[in-house]
């Protein structure tokens, strides 16, 4: 069996423009962990994940998904390659239904994400009730659940989440905190995610990965996530 993690980025730097945001970001997740990418604002958790799926370019170091050389590629190639995304606030079609836009997501899925279909009704039975609803016109936590299921449908190996308790009401947070490992423990789906709700963080995360200025500057260990710990690197 390979020991390759799924995820691993060594010396990673990205630009907006001329200015350097990332500055050398090393991090490993392996095959089924929960991550935390936390820290404060504009540190560059955001353009992390953004280079994690090809949306923006490395300009130095390396990006390596499933023991493959993924640096340079586009973003089709990372989702064909297994990076499902589920970027900070609300991005589902609006004007598409539940059910349209889960099909959108099985077309990078293929066969199987037509039957993963049924399993995101199942995760999330709120989208199932409302799939013949317009995306737009749902809450912020409908959206959100629906996001997260577009990307499942699409059979994803790691999914990245940017803040995904954002807009969310706490009760409906707990429900997609519940899901998440659900999905986890059952189909094996590894996962970073970018939070900066505290409960959210001590919920999900068996790890966590600390950012500033552009690098992974701490590491909490697997049993040290708590909410003392969590506090003092977030500074809250
Ligand atoms: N499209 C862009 N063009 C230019 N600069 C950007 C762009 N997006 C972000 N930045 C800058 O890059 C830095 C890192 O931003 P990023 O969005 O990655 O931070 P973040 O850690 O996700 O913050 P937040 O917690 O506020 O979401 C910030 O200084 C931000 O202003
Ligand atoms: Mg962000």
């Known amino acids: 069996?390979?020991?390759?993690?799924?995820?691993?980025?060594?010396?990673?730097?990205?630009?907006?423009?001329?200015?350097p945001i990332l500055q050398g970001v090393d991090m490993q997740v392996a095959k089924g962990e929960i991550v935390g990418l936390i820290g404060r604002n504009g540190v560059g958790k955001t353009t992390t994940q953004?280079?994690?799926?090809?949306?923006?370019?490395?300009?130095?170091?390396?990006?390596?998904?499933?023991?493959?050389?993924?640096?340079?590629?586009?973003?089709?190639?990372?989702?064909?390659r297994g990076v499902g995304y589920i970027p900070q606030g609300r991005d589902v079609f609006p004007r598409m239904t539940v059910e349209e836009n889960l099909t959108v997501g099985e077309l990078i899925g293929g066969a199987k994400g037509r039957k993963l279909n049924d399993l995101v009704y199942q995760y999330f039975p709120?989208?199932?009730?409302?799939?013949?609803?317009?995306?737009?016109?749902?809450?912020?936590?409908?959206q959100q659940q629906l996001a997260i299921g577009r990307a499942l449908v699409g059979n994803p190996a790691l999914m990245l989440l940017d803040e995904p308790s954002e807009g969310v009401q706490p009760s409906?947070?707990?429900?997609?905190?519940?899901a998440l490992v659900s999905i986890r423990n059952e189909l094996g789906t590894t996962i970073l995610f970018v939070e900066q709700n505290l409960?959210?963080?001590?919920?999900?995360?068996?790890?966590c990965y600390v950012m500033d200025k552009g690098r992974i500057v701490a590491e909490i260990p697997k049993g040290n996530v708590t909410?003392?710990?969590?506090?003092?690197?977030?500074?809250?």
């Open 1 to 19: 069996m390979s020991t390759e993690p799924v995820l691993a980025v060594a010396g990673l730097w990205a630009n907006y423009g001329a200015t």
């Open 227 to 236: 909410s003392d710990v969590v506090r003092g690197h977030l500074s809250i």
């Open 50 to 80: 953004r280079c994690l799926i090809g949306q923006l370019p490395a300009t130095r170091g390396s990006i390596r998904i499933l023991g493959q050389d993924m640096t340079g590629q586009p973003s089709d190639a990372f989702a064909r």
């Open 126 to 142: 709120r989208l199932k009730e409302r799939r013949k609803q317009m995306a737009g016109t749902m809450s912020g936590g409908e």
């Open 172 to 178: 409906i947070v707990q429900m997609i905190c519940e």
């Open 199 to 207: 409960d959210t963080i001590l919920a999900i995360s068996e790890r």
